[in-house]
Every structure is written in C-alpha cells, then in structure tokens.
C-alpha cells in the first residue's frame, strides 16, 4: 500500500553534481524521518543521510559540505543534491522513510528499490 520511487541516477564525470529524487505514495497517514543509504560493489550498505519531520538532517563524515538532505511534507518527497562527485560515490542509492499507515496505522520502515549513481570519467 506505501511504496517509495527513486529517480535522477545516472553517469557523471567527477566533480559534477546529481540530483536524486524519492516519492512516496499511497496509504500514508504520516511520514516521520527520511533517508538515503547506499551500497557500492562489494560493500555493505551505509547511511549517507537523514532527515527529520522538522528539517534537522544528519550526514555520514564523508560527504559532508558535499551532499544536501532536503524534502517537501506536501508533496512526500525527499530529495538528495550530490555535488562533488567522487569515484568513491559509486553506488545504488535507496531512499527510506519511516512512515504511519493510515488504513492499519502500522509504523513501519519502507524502501525503494534503488537508483544506480556512477562517478568516472
């Protein structure tokens, strides 16, 4: 009944900028705190970051002063500005939420299927 869909992955040189997306619809009652994690070839997933109801965002170390968590309640989006690109960049990233059902009311952690970054020239 909820289902969460990235989009703006692709190809970029380093030191370009990307731009992901992340829709969430259907039976949503409330949208609590927001994600993107992400997973490169042979590593496990990581948090890259987060954000709150409110606005407050958390950023793992390395992107920091790089990438930018934001998102709009209205329209049950979050997206994440991703500006110079590394190699180190390369890979799926999935947006998260945690989110109110408003048919059962469950709360539960959703997550999109992924959208593939790569950085290289």
């Known amino acids: 009944q909820v289902q969460l869909v990235e989009s703006g992955g692709g190809l970029v040189q380093p030191g370009g900028s990307l731009r992901l997306s992340c829709a969430a619809s259907?039976?949503?009652?409330?949208?609590?705190?927001m994600g993107w994690y992400r997973q490169a070839p042979g590593k496990p997933r990581e948090l890259v970051a987060t954000?709150?109801?409110?606005?407050?965002?958390n950023y793992v170390d390395s992107v920091k002063g790089r990438f930018t968590i934001s998102r709009d309640n209205a329209k049950n989006t979050v997206d994440l500005q991703m500006n110079s690109l590394k190699p180190e960049d390369t890979a799926v990233y999935y947006c998260?939420?945690?989110?109110?059902?408003?048919?059962?009311?469950?709360?539960?952690?959703?997550w999109g299927r992924g959208t593939q970054v790569t950085v290289s020239s």
């Open positions: 259907g039976t949503i009652f409330r949208i609590y705190t």
């Open positions: 998260n939420a945690d989110i109110q059902d408003s048919r059962s009311y469950s709360y539960l952690t959703y």
């Open positions: 954000i709150t109801t409110g606005g407050s965002t």
